[in-house]
């Protein structure tokens, strides 16, 4: 009980890029124009950062690609995005983490969940939940990963685990975590999730959180511009 009661809360990490029309949710236009994709990229970045404000953690970080907008609510942190490729980045968020908060877990997820619960993550990641588990992995319904977490984070081991993994393919979740069993980690599974990435996913993931600022964009939007595709 007493190492319970000293177990560090995570640091919570978002790796994202800034709203900015043409560089986010490119595979939304058409039917949406560059302006409207970059709207609901912007909303379900700020729903992922105002759910994720609601589960405990020591340290939140955004791993930024661009400058920081009103998005941002208080309590977070903006670190930057290294070069490379998305495996590197990732790899590169967790470096942050042992950097900041050395002695503690950390959890990353994208901004392509606006639909995220906090209570998905928030009873995993408690300090009795976690005992005994070395890393979580959350497979998104398109054979890609939307969470991946680490007990004891440091960028070797992310390097490790994510560098040379396809990334944005059907068989990217399955690559992680199989390089997470190689590892010897015990892994816990969380559940399955809709990632961004296409008209019929935005469609999911708002009647999923139909009171969030991602579903109010949708309902923003053109209807005619809506109802394509």
Do not use: N
């Amino acid at each position: 009980m007493r190492a319970v009661l000293a177990a560090p809360p995570p640091t919570l990490l978002v790796i994202a890029k800034a709203p900015v029309p043409g560089r986010v949710k490119t595979r939304l236009t058409p039917p949406w124009t560059p302006e409207q994709a970059a709207a609901l990229a912007g909303a379900a970045l700020a729903d992922t950062l105002h759910t994720l404000s609601a589960v405990p953690a020591g340290r939140r970080l955004v791993v930024l690609d661009g400058p920081p907008g009103d998005w941002l609510p208080p309590g977070w942190e903006v670190v930057p995005q290294c070069d490379g490729g998305l495996d590197a980045r990732l790899a590169d968020a967790f470096a942050h983490a042992e950097r900041l908060a050395p002695d503690a877990p950390a959890l990353l997820v994208g901004m392509d969940t606006p639909h995220l619960r906090a209570e998905t993550l928030s009873a995993p990641l408690s300090a009795v939940a976690r005992t005994g588990v070395d890393a979580w992995y959350g497979p998104a319904t398109d054979g890609g990963f939307w969470a991946l977490g680490l007990a004891h984070p440091t960028g070797r081991l992310a390097r490790q685990l994510l560098l040379g993994v396809p990334m944005s393919t059907g068989g990217t979740g399955r690559a992680l975590l199989e390089r997470l069993t190689t590892a010897g980690l015990t892994v816990r599974h969380l559940p399955p999730m809709t990632d961004v990435d296409t008209h019929r996913d935005v469609r999911t993931a708002a009647a999923e959180a139909p009171d969030g600022r991602f579903a109010a964009c949708l309902r923003s939007l053109a209807p005619a511009q809506e109802a394509t595709g």
